[in-house]
């Protein structure tokens, strides 16, 4: 497939359709067809500037109620009974599927898909997840934290993540005290979230641990406090500096590393751009997110205004996560839809479980999303979703709309069990008119080819039967192994 970018152009170049998704389904999830357009014909530059001027730092839609009740207390707890136990037990875990749901169903209908997607990225950066915090609230709570900062300081963010209750439970920082420092938030915050590996020692960890003690939990809030009756006020040295140190210094002192900017670029590149980063470009990158003040958007701003990123090679060799797959999909085609749970476990089951990362280390990614399972449950939802089309105006509200005018966010249950597999329906004729096609009819050559362009990012690699119809070969698009790329 002819793309009009290459890594020789500059900012000035104009961006076409093909640019624009590009532009769009890297920073975000698939677009719909009225989010390319405003793109075309800007400059990279405008393009981008567009695209970061357009981030939100809240939700559209509002967190479940239950966000804002207070934990229940210690006392509280040693009250219940083992029925009343189990109960509470039952009720955490369906407020976490509950919080699957309501961020998925974000992510559908937010006006800014950049936010989900950086505060996916700075979720699966700074791990915690349900198998250590119990508590829903709390992931919720630090959800939005990662949104407020997701494209803004990097910095700010450190320091309110480090004190964040959910961070304290997973990396077990509550339990940090002089004389029995716990080193598992010192080595994490060094190893995985501003150093990388084999750039400190681990006298450095060691060091760093006694800096963090007396940051603490109240028992029955779950509230970050500070108890300066535990924490070590002696001497430490931490990356060939010495003082007195407290925890919000010793973050300071990675801050200033200049491999920290240059750590976290690389993880943006290999996000945004590709898997191997090009070292003079990315020092680039690096330069200005450290002279910013570690400023996010500035960092992605000079991410995507390399020449690296708008070059056709590095067009189509990312894979899509679970939830990009889902959520693009549902987006590029504006598939209405009613409860968003089944989408939120349909991605637990190829390997994103919202909030529930599988370790420290966050998911993988890349080559990692895909093996003969997924491959296979992702065609079953691209089979699922052709068997929920038919022809004429949808009678399920489009979320946006039912946000917009008030109406309970999920579909009433008359409209739900009206609609087609699971919730979904995908107006099949009414996507392909914008091709002067239905279902029904055959695409000649340049009808194929429009349709190509407008969900893959390379020309796909399996051959489509000849005399397919407009829907049967949309189909072989979307079951072709190319459209798992990005």
Excluded: C
Aim: avoid cysteine; proline fraction near 6%.
């Amino acid at each position: 497939m002819s793309r009009a970018a290459s890594s020789d152009d500059d900012d000035g170049a104009l961006v076409d359709a093909d640019d624009a998704r590009h532009l769009l389904i890297r920073t975000g999830f698939a677009p719909r067809a009225d989010e390319v357009s405003p793109y075309v014909g800007l400059t990279r530059a405008q393009a981008v500037a567009r695209l970061l001027d357009s981030a939100r730092t809240e939700a559209l839609t509002s967190l479940p109620a239950w966000s804002e009740e207070a934990l229940p207390s210690r006392a509280q707890q040693r009250a219940w009974t083992p029925d009343e136990r189990r109960d509470a037990q039952r009720q955490r875990g369906a407020r976490y599927d509950e919080l699957r749901a309501w961020w998925l169903r974000e992510m559908l209908v937010t006006p800014s898909p950049l936010t989900e997607r950086m505060t996916l990225f700075w979720h699966n950066h700074f791990t915690s997840g349900q198998d250590k915090v119990s508590e829903p609230q709390l992931m919720a709570a630090q959800n939005a934290l990662l949104r407020r900062n997701a494209l803004g300081s990097f910095a700010t963010m450190l320091h309110a993540v480090a004190k964040d209750p959910a961070m304290l439970l997973y990396l077990d920082g509550a339990s940090n005290r002089k004389g029995r420092p716990n080193e598992n938030f010192a080595r994490e915050v060094m190893e995985l979230f501003t150093l990388g590996e084999g750039q400190y020692t681990q006298r450095d960890v060691a060091e760093a641990a006694r800096a963090y003690t007396g940051w603490s939990l109240d028992a029955d809030t779950r509230r970050f406090v500070w108890r300066p009756e535990l924490h070590d006020d002696g001497e430490k040295a931490v990356l060939g500096r010495s003082g007195t140190f407290d925890g919000d210094q010793v973050l300071d002192i990675l801050l200033a590393q200049p491999q920290t900017a240059r750590y976290l670029s690389a993880k943006l590149w290999r996000e945004f751009i590709s898997g191997t980063p090009d070292d003079a470009q990315l020092d680039t990158v690096a330069v200005r997110f450290r002279t910013s003040g570690y400023d996010n958007k500035a960092a992605l701003g000079a991410l995507l205004t390399t020449p690296a990123f708008w070059d056709e090679h590095n067009r189509g060799v990312l894979v899509s996560s679970p939830v990009e797959f889902i959520v693009g999909t549902m987006r590029r085609f504006d598939v209405t839809y009613g409860d968003t749970l089944p989408f939120a476990r349909r991605s637990a089951a190829l390997g994103e479980n919202l909030f529930y990362p599988p370790n420290v280390k966050g998911w993988p990614g890349g080559a990692a999303w895909i093996n003969s399972s997924t491959l296979l449950a992702r065609k079953q939802f691209v089979e699922q979703l052709f068997r929920a089309t038919e022809t004429g105006p949808s009678h399920a509200p489009h979320a946006m709309t039912k946000i917009a005018s008030g109406m309970q966010q999920d579909t009433p249950n008359a409209v739900r069990q009206a609609m087609p597999q699971g919730g979904m329906r995908f107006d099949l004729d009414g996507w392909l008119t914008r091709f002067g096609l239905s279902a029904e009819a055959q695409p000649g050559l340049s009808a194929q080819l429009q349709m190509q362009h407008a969900v893959l990012p390379l020309a796909p690699v399996d051959a489509i039967a000849a005399g397919s119809s407009a829907g049967s070969y949309l189909q072989a698009l979307l079951m072709d192994p190319v459209y798992q790329l990005k």
